[in-house]
């Protein structure tokens, strides 16, 4: 988007903020979320800086770059300002390059040194999450010229139920207290006299955001320290931020195992054109797979021609083994994202899953033969002379098809990650494809065996 000013020459600040009078935050960010874009940008220019700080850090609110691009330069530098670096930084992302470059150096020096370096970390790390508001204090402080520190800035930090305790020149990271350690120690008593006793745990800026959330939620932290390879304090990562964080990834990994590519807006601010390109690249090329499905039953038509009752069943057990497959990937990218299992652990899921597909497809076959024996002998329908070969053959290739399903399902999220891709891009309409093909050639080759002399 191009700099652009948007706004009204003159609008009435008391009328335009009037309808947000009685709205808490959570109230006012969804009525700015139903405004067009100059109205949501003239309301936020009219509401008081702190009321407006408050608005825009909250993540619920959408176009909040663009928001920020409509405003007067000297207002958006203001609200950048004051807000949580983090959260200004996102915002900044959001910007164009000419607006960033308007805009970054109208901002006070101490939040331009901190947006440019959270900015120059690649996304999805720790350092890109990251806010350098937090409370640090020197090793030799005591008890109470911490808790006083605390009263003059807690407005302006993140957060301070946890308290950094840095050496004085180096500015490493001692060691850690939590404000409920702190207020139980005697004002005279040394800060470390009141530091947990367990090492630091702590992340480098680089650390992917999914470890970072495992390492929080293994030791129910509230924020986790970052720490440069000297151990010299750079920031934190509260559990708010990581959340929010993982929300929008486990969004995008949504789209992706739907099939399409993955939404960078809200569902009803994407325009048509997009969703279109979005979602039509993976479709055309889901659709030239399922031609590879035409192309198999091509080969098979003598077969088809001669037992036209084989052709009955088809959906049923193609769709069996996309099922079969569909399961299997979902298991796998979530234990994954988890880290419950490494790339090391791909023969122990396939050891796994070989036979768990059979004994599932021996399930389902058990099924088919009994459906097919009722509908033989209620009259629902006649398959013939050979319509218990039939039913073999029917269980036999479901069996074959849901193990090989459960197997290739469970592979392929380990063959992308192997190769640097994200496992999430094993989608389900992609896993039925590959079954989809794989499933023809097993199903006839198993009826070739079993019917071959009778019907075929």
């Known amino acids: 988007m191009n700099q652009k000013q948007i706004l009204r020459p003159v609008a009435d600040a008391a009328t335009l903020s009037a309808p947000l009078a009685d709205f808490n935050t959570a109230d006012a960010v969804e009525y700015l979320n139903t405004l067009a874009l100059p109205p949501a940008a003239e309301t936020l220019a009219a509401l008081p800086l702190p009321r407006a700080v408050k608005l825009l850090e909250a993540p619920e609110l959408q176009r909040a770059g663009e928001l920020v691009a409509a405003l007067p330069p000297a207002r958006a530098a203001a ?41 120059s970390y690649p996304p999805n790390t720790a350092g890109a999450l990251m806010t350098t508001e937090f409370v640090g204090v020197p090793a030799y402080w005591t008890v109470g010229q911490t808790l006083q520190h605390i ?9 301070v139920y946890a308290i950094y305790v840095l050496e004085p020149r180096s500015n490493q990271l001692q060691q850690v207290v939590t404000m409920r350690r702190l207020i139980t120690g005697h004002a005279d008593d040394g800060i470390l006299s009141v530091a947990q006793v367990n090492p630091p745990v702590s992340v480098d800026p680089l650390m992917d955001q999914e470890e970072v959330a495992q390492l929080i939620r ?19 990562v509260t559990v708010d931020d990581i959340l929010d964080a993982l929300i929008h990834e486990s969004t995008e990994d949504a789209h992706k195992f739907g099939g399409m590519e993955a939404l960078d807006k809200p569902y009803m601010q994407i325009g048509m054109f997009e ?36 052709t009955l069943f088809i959906p049923l057990i193609m769709s069996s083994g996309g099922n079969s497959g569909s399961q299997a990937t979902s298991l796998l990218i979530r234990s994954l994202a988890l880290q419950e299992l490494r790339l090391r652990d791909w023969w122990k899921v396939a050891l796994r899953e070989l036979p768990t597909g059979m004994v599932l497809g021996c399930l389902l076959g058990v099924l088919a033969i009994i459906r097919i024996t ?34 290739s399902g469970s592979m392929l999220p380990f063959i992308l990650k192997r190769l640097g891709f994200d496992p999430a891009s094993a989608s389900a309409p992609f896993v039925a494809t590959l079954v989809d093909v794989t499933g023809l050639v097993i199903y006839f080759s198993i009826a070739a065996v079993i019917l071959g002399g009778t019907l075929l």
């Open 79 to 119: 609200l950048l300002g004051l807000m949580a670096d983090d959260r200004a930084t996102d915002i900044v992302h959001e910007l164009e390059d000419d607006e960033r470059e308007r805009l970054i150096p109208l901002l006070a020096p101490e939040a331009r040194q901190s947006i440019q370096l959270l900015l």
């Open 218 to 236: 293994r030791h129910d932290l509230l924020a986790i320290p970052v720490v440069d390879a000297q151990q010299r304090m750079l920031g934190i």
């Open 374 to 407: 009722v509908w033989q002998l209620g009259g629902l329908h006649d398959y013939g002379d050979h319509w218990k070969l039939l039913a073999l053959t029917i269980a036999a290739a479901l069996v074959g098809i849901v193990t090989f399903g459960s197997l």
């Open 275 to 310: 969703m279109i390109r979005k979602r039509g690249g993976w479709l055309s090329v889901l659709f030239l797979g399922e031609m590879l499905t035409a192309s198999a039953m091509q080969h098979y038509e003598d077969e088809l021609a001669r037992a036209v009752v084989l």
């Open 151 to 159: 009263r003059e800035v807690e407005r302006t930090r993140e957060t």
